[in-house]
């Protein structure tokens, strides 16, 4: 039968089917979202239309397709990075008080003082930010200067992808990456078909075909047609959806539809056509790939956004204090400052408002230290220095790749000590997306054992010529039995496995390639060619193999293919005998069902299953049947009937391929490994165990989401596996009930529905769910929507009034609301087949209303909007490119990094920095509060109790060198038992070390401690004052000594781990403490600037006095034994509240690191197929039309009219 060529009848009909009359053209009518008109070679046209955008600007409507990831260019960097840093209260409040020092009557000090440390800030974070945008420049500048070939007149061109227009024809070779979205015109494959690799979008590594029309593959398939083609192109406006397209191609009064089997979207790989061409659609920021990137996102960590709170607070805490010793400056003033006339207060000139409006302002400078820069300077110093350990981490580089762990973002690391949600990609995250054939059982027996009481042997394949060496079989004696003979079971098995299956097969330099519909099913046919049965070939109704080196045909009489429903794929072939069999491969559960009664090897089989299952293997069954001559002539009519009906098609061949797939006769069983990353189980595991739920989005098929769940220890046996309908379930009963998830209704759902016969979903406390993208759709409309777009005034009355605030919240949301809540009650949620945006509406509803710190880790560009989105993006060094990388906040090279990347690094972040805010805010409270005792008895007139010197070095010096290493080196453990006790890390998720109540407690303790170090040292030496002219200055030098050694002891106390720096920070603190003292109040520098060092000899005066060190000795005492006491209560009463690790826990710990066992067993024989070929149909329909069958290369195609590029 010659298949080559179609029939003109057939060809008729594909017409008819695409085409219809279009005299109604001129009076179509453009819906809103299907208004998007492509002129084919007519960039011009798409030029020069605009559409209006805000303010009365317009724009081009097709945009170009250069791309743009970067966050500014030359003239933007400066405005929108002073704007970004601004958002920062501090930063904000620096330049008010600079604005202020500038003011000669209220100022203090002078500006520069401000203003030069405020720039170094601003300038350290500008360069960091350019450094960053600099690598997305060149990112897209790599992008958008790939070439490609565009049609220029009538030859072929080379031409940058930022070139590229709407209406451009462009030409694609093998391998090349599409550079915009096309509507394919034609292939040099049979009948236009062209494969394509999707991995960039869906991150599926299989191939997936796509078709030209009949038209186009007729009339348009050569240079002069490809130049003259004008047809016009109607289709639904640039969007996100990958998985559908609605079009219309008008040409030659004729309308053809176009769907997605017709588009070549940006980011695919051509495969296997050696040309193929199509019109640009969709180009640059309009591309579905580029509508799925989302947009940048400044992020900051809730220990900023709450430090920028608490900084709020402490103005306030400054206003009011201001405002107290201002009104108090007047009312001294007015009744006992116009009593002593040598302050110069005169109650003939005294303006009490004039006056309380300027010492407001000069105690406003004066008190400005409360929020010193040095906070936001050191904490940038901080972040930078804990990103360097991230860096430097051996654990986490990756000697195989040359790839270290990289912080790409330096602000966000104590955010990876608060993570509570993982949202991961599948393939290239966790898994190689490499399928290996591992083991079998055939005839009862099990083969492939690794390990059988001794290491097994590798079976030697070198006698197979066709054997690729990378497959790793540990059982010789299966090769022994093939080469053999002996067993006929064994034959049969590895022959069905080389004919049943839909695999393309093309030889490169002397090379089989197999192209497949999945790995699953390549894997398979590659193992049966490993072991001497190899598929050679096949035709619309042959099929070659070769049998241990012995080639034959068998004739194809029907391919039963696989749909989700069916699970399984069967072949009727005829042998040179004349003999009819039927193969079948499918899942166990629909096998079984389909056996011949007391058919041979079934329990054994079923064993090995199980054993197979424990092993996270994915298992496969196989079986045959003879067919009768008679009998299948009879099902062969019945069938080409069924294949012709225009009604219930699907379901009269559903029912014939049930009636032939019965009494089968088993062979044996497959087991497949899809190989994980390295360690990935055992660091979901302790992930768990930390308190961390993991979300699995993929694009990839559901069975094999789920099986990789299972592999990876992300589900167990021990779970209840929920789909979408029962949680609709769940969800009507909400409605049914009258449930609202809106913000002001704080009724648990489950507390709604606990009495309803149909709860079995919250009933369960260990379950599972398992949703698809066409699911979520229902869920993530309000996520859609940005909330910026609400009115104002409806927010800020939605603030004030409780009915109003119910109506923001629609029905939508609310369901929106009770599907996240319920979701979130899950161990864990595998989200397939869902789009980029979707995995970024998902992060984005449950950070909406759960409120918890997010982490998103992904490889590939389908991953860019996800890591965006997510609170941390983690990007994989992956297969899929380093789009991913480029977009991310951290960079890793294996998922199992991940583990030590939070447990180790992010918890010691989170600690050192928590402990570095409390213990900075308390030093300069400390301080701070001491000014407002001393202002009470010095008249309210501004005079500091410190000496001059000794509030510039207490900034930088004096107490700042403790609260550094803290914030460095400071640790509870070490990394081995961060890693063993998970359970730390959520000390972190419920943020115990930093909030309000801390915040608070600081304050308190401050004010505390001042009130102590002032009022004792004045009481000692109220009486000195006036004797010798030092009471002052020795009532000051001893506040300050008390300052300092108040402050390093505290900090002291909670230093967890001492180091050499450590231990020199505290030493140095003290040194420089007493050399800067006597050096600045030495007679040497007094008499040459007596205004500037105005405490001459004070030092050596009061150092000598013991009355001075029993003073100070008392301040400390009084200071830390409270402190101590605390802690010992805390320590002995509190440790489990407060996350403190006890011996016993340390001891469990490390007794479970030593049972660790190579493969975890499962309490049920519950298996799972690797048979998740397709979400769709197979190849089966190309197979049997003939239209994906290569043609012989006519004469036509070899003359000058084929297209070729000049």
Known sequence: MDTSNPSPDSDAAMNSSESSDSSEFDSHQLENDISWEVKANNTSYHAGIKERTSFLFKK?????????????????????????????????????????????????????????????????TAVKDIIDDVARHRNDSEINNRQCEVLKGKSFKFVTWKELEVGDVVCLKKDDFVPADLFLLFSTEPNSLCYVETAEIDGESNLKYRQALSVTHEKVNNLDQLAKFDGRIICENPNCDLHSFIGTLYWQNQEYSIDNEKILLRGCRIRNAEKCYGVVIFAGVDTKIMKNSGRYVLKKTTIELLMNRVVMLVLLILVVMSICLAVGAVVWDSTVGVNMPYLGSFPEVLNLGYDCFLAFWSHIILLNSILPMSLYVTFELLHVAQSFFIKWDLEMYCEESDTPANARTTTLNEELGQIKYIFSDKTGTLTQNILAFKKCCIDGQIYGNQYDGAAATMADLSWNTYADRRLKFYDSLLVQLIRSGEQPGVRDFFRLLALCHTVMVEEKDGQLIYQAASPDEGALVLAARNFGYVFLSRTQDS????????????TVLAILDFTSSRKRMSIILKDSEGKIKLFSKGADTVIYERLQLSCPHMESTQIALDQFATETLRTLCLAYKDIEENNFQDWSQRHQKATVALQNREHLLEALYDEIETNLVLVGATAIEDKLQIRVPETIQNLK?????????????????????????????????????????????????????????????????????????????????????????????????????????????????????????????????????LACQCQAVICCRVTPNQKALVV?????????????????????????????????????????????????????????????????????????????????????????????????????????????????????????????????????????????????????????????????????????????????FLEGVGQDGTGYQVMAMAVGTGVVMTVNIEVMLDISYWTVPSLLAVTIDFILYFCVTFMTQSNFLSRRNPQMFQFNGAAAYAFKQPLFWLTILLVVAINIIPSLTVRFILHCFYSKDAGIVTYEDLHKAGRMMDDKTAHFKRSSTYRRSSYAFSQNKGFANLITSGVSLRKKKTSLQSNSGQPTPN
């Open 60 to 124: 081009r409507k097709y945009a170009n397709n250069k791309i743009k990831t970067s966050k500014y260019n030359v003239f933007s960097f400066l405005p929108l990075n002073l704007f970004e840093q601004f958002q920062r209260v501090a930063n904000f409040y620096f330049l008010l008080i600079c604005i202020l020092q500038t003011v000669p009557i209220i100022a203090t000090l002078p500006w520069f003082t401000t203003m030069i440390p405020l720039s170094m800030v601003l300038a350290v």
């Open 844 to 1020: 984005q509803m449950v950070k909406k209303y759960q409120r918890v710190i997010t982490l998103a880790i992904g490889d590939g560009a389908n991953d860019v909007n996800m890591l965006k989105t997510a609170h941390i993006g983690v990007g994989i060094s992956g297969q899929e490119g380093m789009q991913a990388v480029l977009s991310s906040d951290y960079s890793l090279a294996q998922f199992y990094y991940l583990e030590r990347l939070l447990l180790v690094h992010g918890q010691w972040a989170y600690q050192r920095i928590c402990k570095f805010l409390r213990y900075f805010l308390y030093k300069t409270f400390t301080f701070s509060f001491v000014q407002i005792w001393f202002a009470i008895f010095s008249g309210f007139s501004g005079q500091s109790v410190f000496e001059l010197w000794c509030i510039t070095f207490y900034k930088v010096a004096y107490s700042w060198f403790p609260v550094v290493t803290i914030g460095v080196l400071d640790k509870d453990m070490n990394d081995v038992m961060s890693i063993r006790c998970p359970k730390r890390y959520k000390i972190g998720q419920r943020n115990e070390l930093f909030n309000y109540k801390i915040f608070l407690v600081t304050i308190i303790h401050g004010l505390l401690s001042s009130f102590i170090i002032f009022f004792i040292p004045y009481g000692a």
């Open 543 to 554: 099929i070659t193999i070769s049998e241990l080196g012995m080639q034959k045909t068998y």
């Open 689 to 821: 165990k930390a308190g961390i739920k993991i979300w699995v989005l993929t694009g990839d098929k559901k069975e094999t989401a789920i099986n990789v769940g299972y592999s990876c220890r992300l589900l167990s046996e021990e779970m209840e596996i929920f789909e979408g309908k029962d949680l609709n379930v769940v969800l009507d009963s909400l409605r049914k009930n009258g449930h609202r998830c809106s913000e002001d209704n704080t009724d648990d759902v489950s507390d709604t529905i606990k009495n309803n016969e149909e709860s079995e979903f919250l009933s369960c406390d260990n379950k599972a769910l398992i949703l698809t993208g066409s699911f979520l759709d229902k869920f993530i409309h309000s996520s859609k929507r940005p909330l910026k777009k609400d009115r104002w005034w409806r927010k800020q009355w939605a603030m004030v009034n409780r009915e109003a605030r119910r109506s923001v919240c629609t029905e939508a949301e609310a369901r929106e609301r009770a599907f996240v809540e």
